[in-house]
């Protein structure tokens, strides 16, 4: 394989791992032109760049589907799918072969997402976590939950739950949306709902409806200053961004494993902070394990029994599991780390970016649902409808809100269709519009191309014409 010798490339910075991915990915992965993506570092942007080889298929996508819906499942690598393959087979063979037990399978990956493998759990989605950390901290009747009107189902159950049966609060800051926003905003919001029964924030980085990423280290920092616990929905942090648990100083992060990461469905990473650090030097709350085998025996993780209690190895016991499928998770997780977590979110941010300026030069940046112009703010995700934008009033109920529903969906059926591309669409709370505004949300992974958003882009372009020409 040639390599490019772009000016902003560091002689250090190719990794053999990552070369050897662009070489597997082959033409999946494309060369972004120089100058075009102010929000990427020059190092981070300079990893985007490369020539690729003979393509080898790492993913097993269907070559004549444009598939841009990451956020909502991702592709299990090829390799990967061959040894899920084996691995059942073995035990079928033998059912009490276990591939070795999940306790090095979690060795394994803790490394390379920044924590201990006694704080991380190996579960069955990003819901699963969610729902394993609500049941096991301790909020009672009159206890206030920070959080947001652009949660996902996952964290709305099991805080709805808490509401019903015990009491709990649940308080929600209304986040804005568009491109006119900055980090600090954020902070804002959740600071001027603190209240002294306020005992958690929980909130989603990214969101899930617009690809926002929430800026969780200033909210972690706010909470930490408040004595308030952090609780993140990060279904769309694992494998799109480079995560390290314990430097983002939140306490609970239940992630996805199917999605951004490509692990196998039903797959998902909870991480339970187990140390103090500079990151967060407060003790964690008590925690209840759920959902495991060990309940009974051992009682809530405390302060006192902090350094011996095993939290991790407690919350991943729930009897016989799917050892094949927590094993691809694992190896999934490996692979990442050999090409590089760096570069693969500079990968997709750089895509992101990329595709946010074509939005911007064809429909304005007043069409965008997302962020672009502060980049702590920014991700994977790109939300924006082609025919408005947020500034648009709807009102609940009205002929007006239902065509706007209708439309969407139009869209993206007909894209989907008429153009063989995948992506979908979400119901946004905007604020000053009483109905839901339904932009498109698009993904870009690191099977994608800077050829793959300029056919994306002109297929939206042509389909907008049709659309708007009752066509």
């Not at 187990?274 to 967060?280: C, G, I, L």
Request: charged share 15%.
């Amino acid at each position: 394989m040639s390599e490019h010798h772009d000016p902003l490339m560091s002689t250090a910075q190719p990794e053999a791992g990552r070369r050897r991915f662009f070489r597997l990915v082959g033409a999946g992965a494309g060369t972004l032109a120089a100058g075009t993506l102010p929000l990427v570092s020059p190092q981070a942007f300079a990893a985007t760049n490369h020539v690729m080889g003979e393509p080898q298929p790492a993913f097993a996508l269907d070559p004549s589907i444009l598939y841009m819906n990451v956020g909502t499942t991702g592709s299990t690598p090829v390799h990967l799918l061959k040894a899920f393959d084996d691995y059942n087979r073995e035990v079928a063979r033998n059912p009490r072969e276990t591939l070795g037990g999940t306790t090095p399978m979690r060795q394994a990956i803790a490394a390379g997402f920044g924590c201990e493998t006694e704080e991380l759990v190996m579960t069955y989605n990003t819901t699963d976590g969610m729902n394993k950390i609500l049941a096991g901290v301790e909020l009672n009747a009159g206890d206030e939950i920070i959080t947001t009107n652009h949660e996902h189902p996952g964290g709305n159950g099991p805080m709805n739950l808490l509401a019903w049966r015990k009491g709990v609060v649940i308080k929600r800051v209304e986040l804005p949306v568009g491109n006119n926003q900055t980090a600090q905003d954020y902070v804002n919001l959740f600071a001027a709902a603190i209240t002294a029964k306020t005992k958690a924030f929980v909130f989603s980085a990214p969101t899930f409806l617009t690809g926002t990423m929430l800026p969780y280290k200033r909210l972690a920092m706010l909470a930490q200053q408040n004595n308030i616990m952090t609780i993140v929905d990060g279904a769309h942090a694992t494998g799109m961004f480079n995560i390290k648990f314990h430097e983002t100083g939140i306490d609970f992060w239940g992630c996805s494993g199917h999605k951004w990461q490509c692990g196998p469905g039903g797959t998902g990473i909870l991480y339970i902070r187990n140390r103090v650090s500079s990151f967060n030097p407060r003790p964690l709350f008590n925690f209840w394990p759920t959902n495991t085998n060990n309940t009974a025996l051992t009682g809530p993780r405390t302060n006192a029994n902090a350094a011996s209690y095993q939290i991790g190895t407690r919350v991943q016991s729930i009897g016989n599991p799917n050892y094949p499928m927590l094993k691809v998770l694992s190896e999934c997780c490996t692979w990442w780390d050999e090409i590089g977590r760096a570069a693969i979110e500079a990968h997709d941010l750089a895509l992101s970016a990329y595709l946010k300026q074509k939005i911007a030069q064809v429909w304005g940046t007043a069409k965008l649902y997302s962020p672009m112009g502060d980049p702590e703010l920014v991700s994977a995700l790109t939300s924006f409808n082609p025919f408005h934008g947020p500034s648009l009033a709807l009102a609940a109920g009205s002929g007006a809100a239902t065509a706007e529903s209708a439309q969407s969906s139009t869209f993206v059926e007909r894209l989907r269709t008429q153009y063989g591309i995948v992506i979908r669409n979400t119901a946004v709370p905007v604020p000053g519009s009483t109905a839901a505004h339904h932009p498109v949300r698009i993904s870009t992974h690191l099977f994608h191309s800077t050829q793959d958003v300029d056919r994306l882009v002109a297929s939206m372009r042509e389909l907008t014409k049709l659309m708007l020409a009752g066509r």
